[in-house]
T-cell receptor
Framework: GAVVSQHPSWVICKSGTSVKIECRSLDFQATTMFWYRQFPKQSLMLMATSNEGSKATYEQGVEKDKFLINHASLTLSTLTVTSAHPEDSSFYIC?????????????????FGPGTRLTVT | AQKITQTQPGMFVQEKEAVTLDCTYDTSDQSYGLFWYKQPSSGEMIFLIYQGSYDEQNATEGRYSLNFQKARKSANLVISASQLGDSAMYFCAMREGRGTGNQFYFGTGTSLTVIP
């Protein structure tokens, strides 16, 4: 399958600082990427849908001013956690939609990145 | 209502034995896809197997098979001949044919431990 990378793979930051996480589609163009958050021993929860060239669509309960998403190119989406607090410590995973590959259930195939582990101290 | 329900938070299986991980789903769409992912401690989501709502045969991928019972809305994962490396979290997920961006809905996961 297609490759999606995330950078950094892990990051530790101090409370009150901002941290940027990158999600890249390495061998395909992704007009749509998704950002998920996973707390320890819990499931993945969709945070937002990132669309190239337009504003992200946030899920209910996700603060758009705190989790800034920028999808500036067809291969890159960034998630910036602003003024991070310890409760933002989590595993952040992105997925990218590959418009070249139709999925049998409708829509297009998606591929997950390896995740970024954020720890806020 | 939960879209995906996994009722087994943790499972143990003896090495070389088979194990079934349960998953039920809820959707009113006719077209949807069901997925199983494995997440080892490293965190990466590893795709295991896919079943389309219109597929008449149960999906199989090597040691993985999906027991798809459409009328009961269940999509259980069967792992045959368990190996120590199978110890991980397993997530059942669904993607509906319609809906915003075809997002995934994930279950809460089952932690599988393979005992030597």
């Amino acid at each position: 399958g297609a490759v999606v990378s995330q950078h950094p793979s892990w990051v530790i930051c101090k409370s009150g600082t901002s941290v940027k996480i990158e999600c890249r589609s390495l061998d395909f163009q992704a007009t749509t990427m998704f950002w998920y958050r996973q707390f320890p021993k819990q499931s993945l929860m969709l945070m937002a849908t990132s669309n190239e060239g337009s504003k992200a669509t946030y899920e209910q309960g996700v603060e758009k001013d705190k989790f800034l998403i920028n999808h500036a190119s067809l291969t890159l989406s960034t998630l910036t956690v602003t003024s991070a607090h310890p409760e933002d410590s989590s595993f952040y995973i992105c997925s990218a939609r590959d418009m070249r590959v139709l999925a049998a259930a409708g829509g297009y195939e998606q591929y997950f990145g390896p995740g970024t582990r954020l720890t806020v101290t | 209502a939960q879209k995906i329900t996994q009722t087994q938070p943790g499972m143990f299986v003896q090495e070389k034995e088979a194990v079934t991980l349960d998953c039920t789903y809820d959707t009113s769409d006719q077209s949807y896809g069901l997925f199983w992912y494995k997440q080892p401690s490293s965190g990466e989501m590893i795709f295991l197997i896919y079943q389309g709502s219109y597929d008449e045969q149960n999906a199989t991928e090597g040691r993985y098979s999906l027991n798809f019972q459409k009328a009961r809305k269940s999509a259980n994962l069967v792992i045959s001949a368990s190996q120590l490396g199978d110890s991980a979290m397993y997530f059942c997920a669904m993607r509906e044919g319609r809906g915003t961006g075809n997002q995934f809905y994930f279950g809460t996961g089952t932690s599988l431990t393979v005992i030597p």
